[in-house]
């Protein structure tokens, strides 16, 4: 958070989101084929950050929405984003016996597509 705070005003916000999605994609989809403890964790640590994307996509999302509607948008961004921390445990859970790898590579890319989307979003 305090990376995020001395670069935002020069980076943009939604360059810092897409940043930060693709270096945590990339870190995700190298995991499976790393072999050596130390990377694995370094790329663990750095995939695990994309939760620091909350607060900068919730920065975004104030610019994007009108006044009259910008408190029930980001109560209903938060709720989406509850409902998908749940549904995607419930998911992990249920892939790390049998897929592991196809996980890591499959949480990678789609964060790599979010990176896509949030470059998509209007500037204000």
Same mark, same amino acid.
């Given at each position: 958070?305090? =990376?995020?705070?001395?670069?935002?005003?020069?980076?943009g916000?939604?360059n810092? =989101?897409?940043?930060?999605?693709?270096?945590?994609?990339v870190?995700?989809? #190298?995991?499976?084929?790393?072999?050596d403890?130390?990377?694995?964790?370094?790329l663990m =640590?750095?995939? =695990?950050?994309?939760?620091?994307?909350?607060s900068?996509?919730s920065?975004?999302?104030?610019?994007?929405f009108?006044?009259?509607?910008?408190? +029930?948008?980001?109560?209903? $961004?938060? +709720?989406?984003?509850? +409902?998908g921390?749940?549904?995607?445990?419930?998911?992990?859970?249920?892939m790390? $016996?049998?897929q592991c790898?196809? #996980?890591?590579?499959?949480?990678?890319g789609?964060?790599?597509?979010?990176? $896509?989307?949030?470059?998509l979003?209007?500037?204000?």
């Open positions: 958070y305090f =990376l995020n705070g001395l670069v935002i005003r020069k980076v916000k939604k810092l =989101l897409a940043l930060w999605f693709i270096l945590c994609g870190s995700g989809g #190298m995991i499976p084929w790393s072999t403890y130390n990377t694995i964790l370094f =640590l750095i995939f =695990l950050t994309c939760g620091v994307c909350g900068i996509l920065a975004v999302l104030v610019d994007v009108p006044t009259h509607v910008r408190a +029930m948008s980001l109560c209903v $961004v938060l +709720m989406v984003g509850r +409902m921390a749940v549904a995607g445990s419930n998911f992990v859970s249920l790390i $016996v049998s790898e196809l #996980m890591f590579a499959l949480f990678g789609l964060l790599l597509v979010s990176a $896509v989307v949030s470059l979003l209007p500037e204000k």
